[in-house]
């Protein structure tokens, strides 16, 4: 009985940390400023972009260098 007893204890204690952790976290998430998040969201999306389109054309530069040289 006392095991038992020391195994629902445990139990108890994680099931009341994730509680807290997910109580935190849902305050975290309230907590934030849309606008901003929406912006910053945009601006790395578009830096994230546009190093794509920079490696495409450095490869296309590299491409028509091969030409030329063939």
Same mark, same amino acid.
């Not at 139990?11 to 849309?34: G, L």
């Not at 054309?57 to 063939?70: D, F, G, H, I, T």
């Given at each position: 009985?006392?095991?038992?007893?020391?195994?629902?204890q445990?139990?108890?204690?994680?099931?009341?940390?994730? *509680?807290?952790n997910?109580?935190a976290?849902?305050s975290?998430?309230?907590?934030?400023d849309?606008? /901003?998040?929406?912006a910053?969201?945009?601006? +790395?999306?578009?830096?994230?972009?546009?190093?794509? +389109?920079?490696? /495409?054309?450095?490869?296309?530069v *590299?491409?028509?260098v091969?030409?030329?040289? *063939?």
């Amino acid at each position: 009985i006392g095991s038992v007893q020391n195994q629902l204890q445990v139990t108890i204690n994680n099931i009341t940390v994730t *509680q807290v952790n997910v109580k935190a976290a849902e305050s975290t998430i309230r907590d934030v400023d849309f606008a /901003s998040e929406s912006a910053n969201f945009s601006k +790395y999306n578009i830096l994230a972009q546009s190093g794509s +389109y920079a490696m /495409s054309q450095a490869n296309a530069v *590299q491409q028509n260098v091969l030409k030329l040289l *063939q």
